[in-house]
């Protein structure tokens, strides 16, 4: 069994990340950015009051930089980021276009960034949402085409990623 890290914000969770994760699922973010074409292919942790990026992809993986820390809207002045949403329902959350969704005016991801369409599912330890694994575009993107398609690739890695974590805990 690996090392673990546990990092303050993640002491909640801190119990599912370990040494050699992000090595381990990093090739799969870069392949599910290179088939695609999206901008942005990520996993992202979630504690209570933040998310960090594990894993990054695809052009903006200067912008989404491995290891930092994102504020949820728990924190004043916050709004609800699109993975939060993910986090905090345990469902999959589709934005076909934030630029025309009222809901997601600013969100970060559309009003800073550009990113108006987004897929995230959420990646579970037991009963708990421990992170999402999702995928954004500056344009309006079709998740559901080609063969396999994004949320195919992104429901495939995030499946990997669960019975991973759940053979370093068994």
């Keep these: 069994m690996a090392e673990f890290e546990v990092r303050e914000d993640d002491t909640p969770l801190g119990k599912f990340v370990y040494d050699g994760f992000a090595e381990k699922f990093q090739p799969r973010f870069d392949e599910i950015a290179d088939a695609t074409g999206l901008d942005s292919v990520l996993f992202i942790r979630s504690t209570p009051t933040h998310t ?11 912008t989404y930089v491995k290891g930092a820390k994102g504020t949820k809207s728990v924190n004043e002045g ?25 809901e997601w005016v600013g969100a970060d991801e559309f009003d800073a960034f550009g990113l108006r369409s987004y897929y995230g599912v959420p990646v579970r330890y037991g ?21 396999p398609s994004a949320l195919d690739m992104l429901r495939a890695v995030r499946d990997d990623i669960e019975a991973d974590i759940e053979s370093h805990f068994e």
């Design 52 to 62: 960090r990026i594990v894993c990054t992809a695809g052009p903006y993986a200067e």
């Design 78 to 102: 916050e709004h609800e980021a699109y993975c939060e949403r993910v986090h905090n329902t345990g469902e999959e959350l589709y934005i076909p276009d934030a630029e025309v969704d009222e």
């Design 127 to 147: 009963d708990d949402v421990v992170g999402t694994v999702c995928a954004l575009d500056e344009d309006v993107y079709d998740f559901e085409e080609g063969d």
